[in-house]
């Protein structure tokens, strides 16, 4: 019932709409994770004029309709952003992870990083997996 | 090369150049959207509002309107004609102008003309001026070869020949004026036979005591004592003194408006409760010095009784002594009024730790606005304010004053910022000072 109105349009607008859909995904995730870098540099600074809560919506409701659309116009299962921007983001993602542990002692912000950083290496690897 | 997420999903030339169409305007909506976020965040507008239909909601975030007084609120929003309405907010940041806004009751008569007035300060300093205070009790003060005792609020004067008996040397004296001698009313003398007054101080071993009806007192610690009175007040006794004045169980700590540390946290002492400061801004904002901390034990801190948090709406405590940048005229606030010190001397006894400095300016210095008609039934009134901003204090207070009287639902106040380079630099100075003050460690001196 929900692809139906994606169905009514002509493969090639219903690609164009995929490809712009990627590229909004891409705003989306670099506002996101450029208002995560920012709040964890000084918290309020964002979100005290765009809840985060908003963004992360609008992300999952763009990759909701990404994968709508694949389905529809029966586009590949192509890795697209996972393998161009992980490491960059599991880099961020380590650095805010840091951030938030500056009041502990450094010997232990530096355990609890590695333990999580090799908990979710493996997690990505089991998800790999076929 | 076009940049293409999406490489491997192919589409025809003519397609393909519709696709480079979208997808510039998309990243190019993208871009202005940012930058009107960024101008929203870098010229932050900062907005408070009270309604006078729930005068107790936790969303309004301006302070009771009233006349005057607190004790004379704003009830329902009915507002008399030609008297001073008073409402206050605390709005951290350099701003321009202040935009009051307030929709009228649909029912109530239109108004003819009318006033803002806004003054910036802290909210502590712009309390009504309560009598000035004479020296703080334990003061040994000396005038003319008369020595007196400040004891309960009263001057009490060693009788001749008693200074001797009691053991005090001349030294530990200070020569004042005699006109600084009037502002506490004069006691009973004090006489060698009747023993130690009240609001004598002691040091037994290494210990500091003060007696307080009969009985020995003993303060926390040294950097308590230290943080009500000086070494030289005290007179040196051995442990016999205890089979006179037996030791009260109930010890002395931090003199009221001390800021002292435990762990992490930092306090203000005020009345026997400490008020824990919420953050590193609040504590620079209010004026304090990391300098004046003193760090307290966990038996000093369990004295105490902890309230609520000091935040940026928060006034200063009873006890915190304000001083003028001009004059160095100072101000004690006690029992929502603020009391002059009238000399040094006396501001000397009050004080162990520096004052929180602001300008004399600032009680004087007022922006205005004239009311005007807006849509809808609604009044405004826009006032700059770029003159008030290098003034100390968090402080707003607006006074309105109406020709006729009405009745206004709620009331809507805008800090905003013009778009100038110099609130561009002021921006840019606070954000390195706010990611300093989160990284940087302050001197908060360690137990």
């Known amino acids: ?130 | 090369m076009w940049f293409d997420l999406t490489e491997d999903v192919t589409l025809a030339e003519k397609d393909r150049a519709r696709y480079k169409k979208f997808q510039t305007a998309l990243y190019a909506l993208a871009f202005l959207l940012a930058a009107i976020m960024a101008v929203r965040v870098i010229f932050d507008a900062q907005n408070f509002t009270f309604s006078f239909a729930n005068p107790d909601s936790s969303k309004n975030s301006i302070a009771v309107p009233r006349y005057q007084s607190a004790d004379f609120p704003v009830e329902n929003g009915r507002i008399s004609a030609g008297r001073d309405v008073y409402f206050d907010m605390a709005a951290t940041g350099t701003f321009s102008k202040a935009v009051i806004e307030f929709p009228q009751d649909k029912d109530a008569s239109g108004i003819n003309s009318g006033s803002i007035i806004v003054k910036k300060s802290y909210q502590a300093l712009l309390y009504p001026e309560g009598d000035p205070i004479g020296f703080k009790d334990g003061s040994l003060l000396k005038n003319n070869g008369d020595y007196y005792l400040v004891s309960q609020g009263a001057l009490r004067h060693f009788d001749t020949g008693t200074i001797p008996i009691l053991g005090y040397a001349p030294e530990a004296f200070i020569e004042v004026a005699p006109e600084e001698l009037r502002f506490n009313p004069a006691g009973q003398p004090i006489r060698g036979d009747e023993g130690y007054p009240d609001n004598s101080i002691f040091k037994i071993d290494s210990d500091y005591y003060l007696l307080e009806s009969a009985q020995l007192k003993k303060f926390s610690s040294e950097q308590a004592f230290l943080s009500q009175y000086e070494p030289r007040q005290a007179l040196e006794k051995n442990t016999d003194i205890f089979s006179r004045y037996p030791l009260s169980e109930i010890p002395i700590s931090f003199s009221d408006g001390s800021l002292i540390s435990y762990g992490e946290s930092v306090y203000i002492v005020s009345d026997n409760k400490i008020l824990p400061i919420n953050n590193p801004v609040t504590f620079l904002e209010k004026g304090f010095a990391w300098e004046d901390v003193i760090a307290a034990s966990a038996d000093e801190i369990a004295l105490y009784e902890k309230t609520k948090l000091f935040t940026i709406k928060s006034v200063h405590p009873d006890g915190t002594v304000f001083a003028t940048i001009e004059n160095a005229k100072h101000y004690m606030v006690k029992d929502s009024k603020k009391h002059l010190l009238p000399s040094q001397n006396i501001a000397d006894s009050w004080l162990r730790h520096s004052p929180i400095t602001f300008s004399e300016k600032s009680l004087e210095t007022a922006s205005q606005c004239e009311i005007k008609q807006g849509f809808f039934g609604s009044y405004s009134c826009e006032i700059p304010i770029t003159s008030l901003q290098q003034l100390a204090g968090t402080n707003y207070e607006f006074i309105m004053k109406l020709d006729n009287g009405t009745k206004i639902d709620y009331l809507n106040v805008s800090f905003k910022k013009d778009i100038s380079r110099s609130n561009l630099v002021a921006f840019v100075r606070d954000i390195y000072n706010k990611i300093k003050n989160r990284y940087v460690p302050q001197a908060v001196p360690a137990p």
């Open chain 1, 1 to 130: 019932m929900f692809h139906k109105p994606f169905q009514r349009l002509k493969p090639e607008n219903l690609i164009i709409i995929y490809k712009l859909l990627n590229d909004s995904l891409l705003l989306w995730l670099a506002l996101f994770v450029f208002a995560m870098v920012a709040e964890g540099l000084i918290p309020g600074i964002v979100s005290q004029h765009l809840e985060l809560y908003k963004i992360a919506f609008a992300m999952l409701i763009n990759i909701v309709l990404i994968r709508k659309i694949r389905e529809d116009a029966q586009i590949g299962n192509a890795d697209i952003l996972s393998k161009k921007i992980a490491w960059p983001l599991f880099f961020i993602f380590v650095l805010l992870l840091f951030n938030s542990m500056l009041k502990l002692d450094i010997y232990l912000s530096l355990f609890i990083l590695a333990a999580i950083s090799t908990t979710v290496y493996f997690i990505f690897k089991a998800f790999q997996e076929e």
